[in-house]
């Protein structure tokens, strides 16, 4: 059993597009987290959720929302993509209590053209 | 803020060299500590955690002791395979959920 999933792995598509990449994690963690990673492999912190609320919201266009239905799920809403935004996006979850690791689905690659 | 600071790649080594790469950190209170490796064209898998001073934490022949006097937790492995080149990420969650992760080692391993 895939622990984080997400869907599409790979997503190829044209500037000014809206998509949406989805996450869910069969683990039972209260929290899940969206990050962007560029092509130097840095690794940036885009949203966190705790049980379907809000904690964590970087510096991030507002181009960007996420959703999160359920504990369970976290999806990201991109509006009016553009070339920039091309890079590696992982979903993450953890347990709510602070010394355990974070698991990582495989990754979503956007390529904008 | 806390941070993680962790050595430029990238770092190439023989098969059966051994390994090390350099982990500092500065955190507020007592932080847990992780090293994740990324294989090509996959996620994040967790390597080995500590969650106190002095804890070593190991796995698949990898090992990193949290040290606490020298704010440190470096990534050592006696002997590499080429199966290890990947890239290595120095990571630590200081409260409840505030991961900061290192910026990434990549790991070449020449046969």
């Known amino acids: 059993d895939t622990a984080v999933s997400q869907t599409p792995k790979y997503l190829v598509t044209q500037m000014g597009n809206d998509k949406s990449i989805k996450c869910e994690q069969n683990?039972?963690?209260?929290?899940m987290y969206w990050y962007k990673q560029d092509s130097k492999k840095f690794l940036k912190i885009m949203f966190s959720?705790?049980?379907?609320?809000?904690?964590i919201n970087e510096t991030v266009p507002n181009r960007f929302s996420p959703k999160s239905p359920d504990k369970a799920h976290l999806n990201l809403h991109i509006n009016s993509l553009e070339l920039g935004d091309s890079a590696v996006y992982f979903c993450?979850?953890?347990?709510?209590?602070?010394?355990?690791?974070?698991?990582f689905g495989d990754g979503t690659r956007l390529s904008i053209l | 803020g806390d941070s993680v600071t962790q050595m430029e790649g990238p770092v190439t080594l023989s098969e059966e060299a051994f390994l090390t790469i350099n982990c500092t950190y500065t955190?507020?209170?007592?932080?847990?500590l992780f090293w994740y490796v990324q294989y090509p064209g996959e996620g994040l898998q967790l390597l080995l955690k500590?969650?106190?001073?002095?804890d070593k934490g190991s796995n698949k022949g990898f090992e990193a002791t949290y040290r606490k006097e020298t704010t440190s937790f470096h990534l050592e492995k006696g002997s590499v395979q080429v199966s290890d080149s990947a890239v290595y990420f120095c990571?630590?969650?200081?409260?409840?959920?505030?991961?900061?992760f290192g910026t990434g080692t990549r790991l070449k391993v020449l046969a």
């Open positions: 993450a979850s953890s347990p709510l209590r602070g010394n355990q690791p974070q698991h």
């Open positions: 683990l039972g963690h209260d929290t």
């Open positions: 959720y705790n049980n379907k609320e809000l904690i």
């Open positions: 955190a507020t209170g007592y932080p847990s």
């Open positions: 500590a969650t106190k001073a002095d």
């Open positions: 990571a630590l969650v200081s409260g409840t959920y505030k991961y900061i």
